[in-house]
């Protein structure tokens, strides 16, 4: 019988933005509004500018949401998207007569987000653009009605395609212009008049928007905290965040301390099991969506992050100073950045520590370019390089003293066309720099989600996204076994596909541990039998990391528990 400890949220507060402004004409207040979001939902605040106060203060069902200020009426108009368990995908709009948000709902169509910020035509309509399939919707307020608009996308329209569609103007005759975003991009212009659209050679002339924000200089500075500048001048708000950040990366430093990192805050973490002190060490110099993992190399801590692709260190043994002046991008900086990868990689899923000492790492390109890559960087030059994979991204990678393993997706930047249907387990060779064997070890997966290598057995062991697990015999070049999990792994919305992601380990034991959803489980190398281990107090695990020998770290939503697979004695 083993034990969890719940060590705590090791970041809070670490997804602020926001910073719209809006007269409030019942109060005679110009309010600053915010927002605090995470995957177990979201805050809306506003904070009045003059005194710093937060007076309004409302809880939203979304993992993340846009705002639009209506000048004219004084509402703020809010549109949602989903997180793990809440529903998103509504509009909602603040009125300051009422004070409450009041949801108007969403058009009726299935499979679809909406995308970007609502956009208020000058005859009150709001409209907004979805996704993946990059439709327009208006919502009339005054009737309270939704209208599709249809697709936006020119033709060809290829299936299964990323498209995004963002409104963003009005022209003097009426129509609502749209940035189409995919392979290839274009912008268009749709006549809610007679239903038609047309592509655009050159964005023209837009109508003047109808009412104006205040006039005094107002910024909002919210990125450790929830405050601003009025006319040059810092002041402080009193609003306190709350919404933990849900972990994404975790790894063990070579200072034996845990080392994570939280999804879309680009803050790091760690927990020093001698002292047992939880530490959000801060944000990143750099901005970005998430620092998706970590890995401890000669006593420093290495990262990457989307987007662009950067890849930076931090050193322990040195004050955090990340320099955000400076975009993190210098020699005293801490952490400090080594810029980006290159080639158009975009999103650093996963490193290893290959056989001849340098970090790889698992890379998607950016949106609307195909494929990815396996990034290489040298500790010792500061040097990198990407092997560049034009059809398939790399999703994750591990490593052993013969090969670097990595495991594809079909999905590239998001947007691209996809032209493969199933992933790959592939084998690189360090020193003639190339893959030398590959093969489909799940034909029903479209990624290959995690890979460890055995300690014991020498196998590699591997998660899919159809949730099942496989062994491969390196030697024979084929998959040896095969299980079926009782339950699916996490999805995080922002790694960001939508299958979950069962996270596999090596304990010092040589056998495989791993995280579904639901379950902290052990497959058994000698045996090749999966043994459910004790029930989490936490579900949602994502990430698994060893410690000391029999001592697992893994994120649970925005905890990190400590899970022993003995119950420590206690003495009286």
């Known amino acids: 019988m083993g034990i969890y400890f719940d060590l705590g949220r090791p970041v809070v507060g670490g997804w602020l933005g926001g910073g719209w402004l809006l007269h409030d004409p019942v109060r005679d207040l110009d309010l600053l509004w915010g927002a605090e979001l995470g995957q177990e939902g979201a805050w809306l605040f506003a904070i009045d500018v003059d005194s710093g106060q937060v007076v309004e203060e409302h809880p939203i069902g979304c993992r993340e949401f846009n705002s ?19 529903p998103g995908h509504l509009l909602l709009s603040w009125d300051p007569q009422t004070r409450a948000l009041t949801s108007h709902g969403f058009p009726p169509v299935s499979d679809q987000r909406f995308a970007g910020t609502p956009f208020i035509a000058s005859d009150g309509r709001v409209y907004l653009g979805s996704h993946p399939h990059g439709h327009l919707f208006s919502f009339d307020p005054a009737d309270d009605r939704w209208r599709d608009c249809g697709c936006q996308a020119p033709d060809p329209i290829i299936p299964g395609q990323h498209i995004w569609c963002y409104p963003s103007a009005e022209t003097e005759t009426g129509e609502i212009v749209c940035g189409i975003t995919r392979d290839p991009g274009s912008q268009v212009a749709f006549n809610p008049a007679t239903g038609q659209t047309r592509v655009l050679s050159e964005t023209p002339p837009a109508k003047a928007q109808v009412g104006s924000p205040p006039t005094r200089d107002i910024q909002a500075r919210f990125r450790l905290a929830a405050n601003y500048t009025v006319d040059g001048e810092e002041r402080q708000s009193d609003y306190q965040p709350r919404v933990a950040s849900d972990i994404c990366g975790l790894n063990k430093g070579t200072d034996g301390k845990i080392y994570g990192s939280t999804i879309i805050s680009m803050h790091i973490f760690n927990f020093d099991p001698a002292t047992r002190q939880l530490a959000d060490l801060g944000r990143v110099g750099w901005d970005g969506g998430e620092v998706y993992d970590v890995i401890g190399y000669n006593d420093k801590v290495y ?46 899923f996963e490193y290893a520590i290959g056989p001849d000492e340098r970090i790889y790492i698992a890379c998607r390109a950016n949106y609307r370019i195909p494929g990815g890559g396996m990034a290489r960087f040298d500790p010792e030059s500061e040097d990198m390089h990407v092997f560049r994979d034009e059809e398939q991204s ?49 034909p029903e997966a479209v990624a290959i989600t995690s890979l460890a290598v055995s300690s014991a057995s020498g196998l590699v062991y591997g998660s899919a996204s159809n949730g099942q697990l496989f062994a491969f015999d390196v030697d024979e070049r ?52 999966i043994h459910y281990l004790d029930q989490p107090p936490i579900p949602d695990l994502y990430q698994i990391i060893e410690g000391e020998p029999g001592v697992f770290y893994i994120g649970a939503r925005g905890h990190l528990l400590e899970y022993r697979l003995k119950e420590t004695p206690h003495y009286r």
């Open 68 to 86: 639009t200020p209506d000048h004219t009426s004084g509402k703020l108009w809010v549109a949602t998207n989903h997180g793990l368990y809440q």
């Open 303 to 348: 990262m990457g992050s989307y987007g662009n692709g950067y890849w930076a260190v931090y050193d322990p043994q040195k004050p955090w100073d990340p320099q955000p002046e400076a975009g993190g991008i210098s020699p005293t900086a801490n952490p400090r950045n080594f810029g980006q990868l290159g080639q158009d990689m975009n999103r650093p």
């Open 394 to 442: 790399v999703q994750s990678i591990t490593a052993d003293r013969r090969f670097v393993y990595g495991g594809t997706s079909i999905s590239g930047g998001r947007g691209c066309i996809e032209t493969t249907t199933q992933g790959k387990l592939y084998l690189f060779d360090v020193d003639s720099q190339r893959r030398v064997f590959e093969c489909i070890p799940m």
């Open 478 to 529: 084929q998959v040896v076994h095969r299980w079926d999990m009782r339950n699916p792994g996490t999805p995080l919305m922002g790694v960001p596909e939508t299958y979950g992601v069962i996270h596999l380990t090596c304990g010092s034991d040589g056998d495989i541990y791993g995280v579904t959803r639901r379950d902290v489980f052990k497959l058994d190398v000698s045996t090749d039998r």
